[in-house]
């Protein structure tokens, strides 16, 4: 009988090892604390407010702005994700308010920097440093300005026209792929579900602002994004 039992104990040591490998199953770093695992999620829904920095704007002194926005990002490969957003936009200065909604496309790799988050599970996360390619496109937008703007007056899609248009009020839609640029940031995850986007435009060459002559509102050279993220 004790033999018979002694080979039952034994033929279970090595499946509780096991198990208590598959829970101990994190990547130590070099100061052997253990890395918290990353979920492989292939897409992230966040909705969220924004504080966009430094929005210029042909018609008006440089804009203060906040928004509102709903995001869907798609990972299509290791790192490379298609970002679509639904934004809207309140800018206002001494003279004039400008609203806006916004439909941004891009896309956006994320990368690893630092030994701890390439031993992450998924290092290519959510949740890391980036780099995207964005374009910017208008659905809508409406400025009303309380002064007289020759400006606004001679102005039309991204063109300076020879006759006055408006006093006042000037509305505007489907100005598509008015812009391009590149963004470098990081998403960070906070705790929960929160998150918060950083990044900034890089303005290489032409490539940043294509459109730069003449329009309502730029993208802002710097976003701040807080709110609440979805992967799945």
Do not use: C
Request: aromatic share 14%; net charge positive.
């Amino acid at each position: 009988m004790f033999r018979f039992l002694a080979g039952i104990a034994l033929s279970l040591v090595p499946q509780l090892v096991q198990a208590q490998e598959t829970v101990y199953s994190l990547i130590p770093d070099s100061t052997q604390a253990r890395v918290a695992p990353v979920s492989r999620a292939r897409q992230l829904v966040k909705a969220g407010i924004g504080l966009p920095l430094f929005r210029q704007s042909s018609v008006s002194p440089p804009f203060k702005t906040l928004g509102l926005d709903v995001t869907l990002e798609r990972k299509i490969a290791s790192g490379l994700a298609v970002v679509v957003g639904l934004e809207t936009q309140y800018s206002f200065s001494q003279y004039a308010q400008l609203y806006t909604v916004e439909l941004p496309i891009g896309l956006r790799y994320y990368f690893s920097v630092g030994k701890k988050m390439k031993q992450r599970n998924d290092p290519h996360g959510f949740f890391s440093y980036y780099v995207s390619l964005q374009t910017h496109n208008a659905l809508f937008s409406s400025l009303f300005y309380d002064t007289p703007n020759p400006n606004v007056q001679r102005y039309h899609r991204g063109q300076i026209l020879d006759h006055d248009t408006n006093v006042g009020k000037y509305d505007e839609a489907f100005n598509m792929m008015q812009h391009a640029y590149f963004q470098i940031g990081s998403q960070f995850k906070l705790s929960g579900n929160a998150y918060l986007d950083i990044n900034a435009a890089l303005p290489i060459r032409k490539l940043v602002y294509t459109k730069s002559d003449y329009t309502l509102a730029t993208p802002a050279y710097i976003n701040i994004k807080y709110g609440i993220a979805w992967p799945k």
